[in-house]
C-alpha cells in the first residue's frame, strides 16, 4: 500500500514536470510567428501565452479520457507495475523533451508521450497491452494533421494574398499585427486545449491503476487545475531556441503570414480537440507556416530546416518508445 500511494505521488509530480516542460517547449511554437513580426514583445507574448494555455487546460478534458484508454487499458497495469510503466513513459518523454529542447528542435511533446506510453506498456506486458483501435486512431490523427495544416495553410494565405493584393504594404502589415495579438492568444488557447490534455490522461491512468479513481471517472478538479497551472508556468519560461526556429528558419515571416498560419493551425488543433482527438501543436503550426510560405513561393520555405525537422518527427515516437522502456526495465529492478 505504501508503496503504491508513493509511486501515485511520484507519477503526479513527474506528469506536472511533463506539462512544465511542454508548457516551454510546445508554446514557443504558438507565440513564435507573433514575436517573429514584432507584433507582441517577448515578455507580452509569453505571459499572453500563459494565461490562454491555463484557461484552454482548464475547460476542455476530451482529449484526456482518449490518452487514458486509447493507448493502454488501465486496467491491465494497475497495481505497482502498472504505476511503474506510467513512470517510465513519463520520464522517457520528459528526456527526450529536453533533449530536443536543448538543440532548439521543434519536435512533438505528444508523439514523444504517446511514444513513451507505448514502448514502457510493451516493455511491461508485450504488445497485447496496446489498445490497438485507439492507439491506431490517435497514429492517425498525429500522421494527418500536419497534411492538414499544410494544406490549410496554404489555402488561407492564398484567399489572404488575394484579398490584399493591391493593399499598401506598410498599412497591411501593421493592421496584420494588431490581428496577430488576437491570433496569439487564440493559437495559445487551443494548445491548451489540446496539450495539457496529456498529462491529465497520464494522471488518470495511475490514478485508475491504483485504484484511487474508477474507470471511466471525469478527470478531478484538482487534476485539470495541476496541469494547467504547470502548463502555464512553463510557459511563462519561455523556449527562445525553438522560437528562433520556428519564428525565422522555416521561412520569413510577415505580419500577414504570422496571421494566416496563426489562424490555420488553432483551427485545425480546436477541430481535433472537439472529436477528442490528441494532436502535435509543434507539427501543426510548422506545416502551416510550410503551407503559408508555399502559398507565396515554394521557394521561401527553407526545406533542409523543414526536413531536419520532419526527420525529428518520425523518429520521435520510436526512440522515445525505446527510451520509456529501457526506463521500465531499471526501475522494475527496484519495485
Known amino acids: 500500500m505504501e508503496h503504491l500511494f508513493l509511486l501515485t505521488v511520484l507519477v503526479v509530480i513527474f506528469a506536472l514536470a511533463f506539462d512544465f516542460i511542454n508548457g516551454f517547449h510546445d508554446t514557443a511554437n504558438a507565440i513564435a510567428t507573433s514575436v517573429s513580426t514584432k507584433a507582441l514583445k517577448p515578455r507580452t507574448a509569453i505571459l499572453l501565452a500563459a494565461g490562454m494555455n491555463f484557461l484552454g487546460a482548464i475547460i476542455f478534458t476530451g482529449v484526456a479520457k482518449t490518452i487514458t484508454t486509447g493507448i493502454v487499458d488501465p486496467v491491465t497495469i494497475e497495481g505497482t507495475n502498472g504505476l511503474v510503466v506510467v513512470i517510465a ?15 532548439g528542435i521543434p519536435s512533438s511533446s505528444s508523439h514523444a508521450i504517446i511514444g513513451a ?6 516493455s511491461a506486458k508485450g504488445f497485447h497491452a496496446l489498445e490497438a483501435e485507439g492507439f491506431i486512431k490517435i497514429i492517425q490523427a498525429l500522421l494527418i494533421s500536419p497534411v492538414i495544416a499544410i494544406t490549410v495553410g496554404f489555402i488561407v494565405m492564398t484567399i489572404l494574398a488575394m484579398i490584399f ?9 501593421k493592421g496584420f499585427r494588431i490581428v496577430q495579438i ?15 490534455q496529456k498529462a491529465m490522461g497520464i494522471i488518470m491512468i495511475a490514478l485508475i491503476a491504483s485504484n484511487e479513481v474508477a474507470p471511466g471517472s471525469d478527470v478531478p478538479l484538482w487534476v485539470r ?8 508556468l512553463g510557459t511563462s519560461i519561455g523556449g527562445w531556441k525553438i522560437i528562433k526556429t520556428v519564428g525565422g528558419k522555416i521561412m520569413k515571416i510577415r505580419p500577414i503570414n504570422g496571421a494566416a498560419a496563426d489562424l490555420s493551425s488553432a483551427a485545425i488543433i480546436f477541430t481535433f480537440t472537439a472529436l477528442h482527438l490528441p494532436v502535435s501543436t509543434t507539427h501543426v503550426i510548422s506545416s502551416s507556416i510550410m503551407g503559408v510560405g508555399s502559398a507565396q513561393r515554394v521557394k521561401d520555405v527553407n526545406w533542409g530546416t523543414a526536413k531536419r525537422m520532419v526527420i525529428t518527427w518520425v523518429i520521435t515516437i520510436p526512440i522515445s518508445a525505446t527510451v520509456a522502456a529501457i526506463f521500465y526495465q531499471i526501475l522494475n529492478i527496484f519495485f
Open 165 to 173: 493584393k493591391r493593399a499598401n504594404l506598410s498599412k497591411t502589415n
Open 117 to 122: 506510453v507505448a514502448g514502457a506498456a510493451i
Open 89 to 103: 513513459a513519463l520520464l522517457g518523454g520528459i528526456f527526450w523533451n529536453l533533449l530536443t529542447w536543448y538543440y
Open 182 to 196: 488576437f491570433t496569439a492568444a487564440l493559437q495559445s488557447f487551443t494548445h491548451g486545449t489540446n496539450d495539457a
Open 225 to 232: 487545475i495541476a496541469c494547467a497551472t504547470a502548463m502555464a
